[in-house]
């Protein structure tokens, strides 16, 4: 199986760009809901992933818990805790559930480093909920 079936495309994606002030990141985050989001930099390619946590210690750590500040920095300049590795499309699928076991999504990159999507632990465990099923009534 190709893990493109499991691909949430780049353009369904929610992503932040690498010049995005601290303040945009933060306001991303609050209309989308998720918890860490996935940054691009000017050329589309994957420079990291930004969490919920990153963005907490910067608005400590960088802003001084002044929101007014937020608008003032870059998300690049926040330590980022962990980045989720990405995978190459042609990455079998033993690489990726492995991947998906410690992220909450695993970015998926095309032949020229380009960001293309990602798949999602979510989308791995249905697939395999409805293939257990399957298995089940069929027996």
Known sequence: MNI???????????YLYSYYTIRQALERMESTGYAAIPILDRD?????????????WAAKD??????KRTEEHGIMEIKHHRDNAP?????DIEDLVSKAVDQNFVPVVDDKGSFIGIVTRRAIMRYCLDAYIIKETAR
Do not use: H, Q, R, W
Request: glycine letters at 12%; aromatic letters at 8%; charged letters at 15%.
């Open 4 to 14: 493109l079936f499991f691909l949430t495309p780049k353009a369904t994606c929610s």
């Open 44 to 56: 589309g390619k994957y420079a990291g992933t930004l969490t919920e946590g990153d963005l907490l």
């Open 62 to 67: 960088i802003c001084g818990m002044d929101l």
């Open 87 to 91: 995978v190459s499309v042609n990455t």
